[in-house]
């Protein structure tokens, strides 16, 4: 499974980004999807998750402002940002938690989790 993020850029304070993370690959069926970042000199934190099911979590730093979406025929997970703040400049990697199937449907199943490559979000004030 590989997974290709896409949205990033530079933004004035108050303003807006949709990022995008698509999986890709073979006999795969994807789990739970999210958004994580890291700012520099801090720990990578959880931005926002949402299960197959379509329930969602969100950083108490970004409620009602973010919106993470998906289209699990696409999987593709979204992240609307609204209302950009300074503190919201990281770098943003979406991530997905998946089932590989090596042989088939009914045979070996294989759980992991793939990251992807990381989009640079700025944010001017």
């Not at 999987?75 to 199937?101: G, H, I, R, S």
Request: aromatic fraction near 10%; glycine fraction near 14%.
């Amino acid at each position: 499974v590989q997974l290709q993020a896409s949205g990033g850029g530079l933004v004035q304070s108050g303003g807006s980004l949709r990022l995008s993370c698509a999986a890709s690959g073979s006999m795969f069926s994807i789990n739970g999807m999210g958004w994580h970042r890291q700012a520099p000199g801090k720990q990578r934190e959880l931005v926002a998750h949402s299960t197959r099911a379509g329930s969602t979590n969100y950083a108490d730093s970004v409620k009602g402002r973010f919106t993470i979406s998906r289209d699990n025929a696409k999987n593709t997970v979204y992240l609307q940002m609204n209302n950009l703040k300074p503190e919201d400049t990281a770098v943003y990697y979406c991530e997905a938690d998946y089932f590989y199937y090596p042989d088939g449907p009914g045979g070996t199943t294989v759980a992991g989790r793939e990251w992807g490559q990381g989009t640079q979000v700025t944010v001017s004030s």
